[in-house]
């Protein structure tokens, strides 16, 4: 079975600051696929970013990009020049290849970031 | 255009009574997943329905089941509510079964309290 880790429960930064949210998962699967959500206090989940296993170049998304270490099994997402609008929770989530039928969700247990005015 | 719905956004349940969920995905999706998610946790799978059928389910009892309705719309059931089942419980829907490629919208969600 597939894990997700956040070790970090809580992190705060200020404003205009570069922040670094960490995550590591354990699978024995050679291609997969990593994301980050953001969950605001409005609680309406949010896809961040997106990286494929196979893609040795990190995603990136504005200021949003991630740093994905294969054989070290971490994907960290970096927030860079953080908005006020950036304080939520963060989930690292992991899903098995596009195998049909076979594919769910398995989110960490979250990061909550505050942007500090 | 409307993104994915869920109804009633709180819900008060007494131990052992029943409850339906409600979810609408977004526009041109068909299929739903649920998810609960324990104060302080992240969500956990619960089922998936694409084509009115149940495609894959988590680690949750019996007492967990959904329906899909032909409009892609879909419900969750809980039976014999216990203390541990208060949650939020999100939807999030999808075009077709590969959540990989095919991005997952999430509802606001429906906070359930059982006492």
């Known amino acids: 079975a597939q894990t997700v880790t956040q070790s970090q429960p809580e992190m705060s930064v200020q404003e205009a600051e570069t922040v670094t949210l960490s995550c590591t998962y354990d699978?024995?699967?050679?291609?997969?696929?990593l994301f980050w959500y953001k969950q605001p206090p409005s609680r309406q989940m949010i896809l961040v970013i997106r990286q494929e296993a196979y893609k040795q170049q990190n995603a990136t998304e504005n200021r949003f990009s991630v740093n994905f270490q294969k054989a070290a099994k971490s994907f960290s997402l970096k927030i860079s020049d953080s908005q006020l609008g950036d304080t939520a929770m963060y989930f690292c989530?992991?899903?098995?290849?596009?195998?049909?039928?076979?594919?769910?969700?398995?989110f960490g247990t979250g990061t909550r970031l505050t942007i500090i005015p | 255009d409307a993104g994915v719905t869920q109804s009633p956004t709180h819900l008060i349940k007494t131990r052992g009574q029943q409850v339906t969920l409600r979810c609408s995905p977004k526009?041109?999706?068909?299929?739903v997943s649920w998810y609960q998610q324990a104060l302080g946790q992240g969500p956990q799978f619960i089922f998936q329905y694409y084509e009115e059928e149940e495609r894959q389910r988590g680690n949750f009892p019996d007492r967990f089941s959904g329906h899909q309705f032909p409009n892609y719309s879909s419900e969750l059931n809980v039976n014999a509510l216990l203390l541990g089942d208060s949650a939020l419980y999100l939807c999030?829907?999808?075009?077709?079964?590969?959540?990989?490629?095919?991005?997952?919208?999430f509802g606001p969600g429906t906070r359930l309290l059982v006492l």
């Open positions: 526009s041109g999706h068909d299929t």
């Open positions: 699978t024995s699967e050679s291609n997969y696929y």
């Open positions: 999030a829907s999808s075009f077709g079964l590969a959540v990989s490629r095919e991005t997952q919208y």
């Open positions: 989530a992991f899903t098995r290849p596009p195998n049909f039928g076979n594919e769910k969700l398995t």
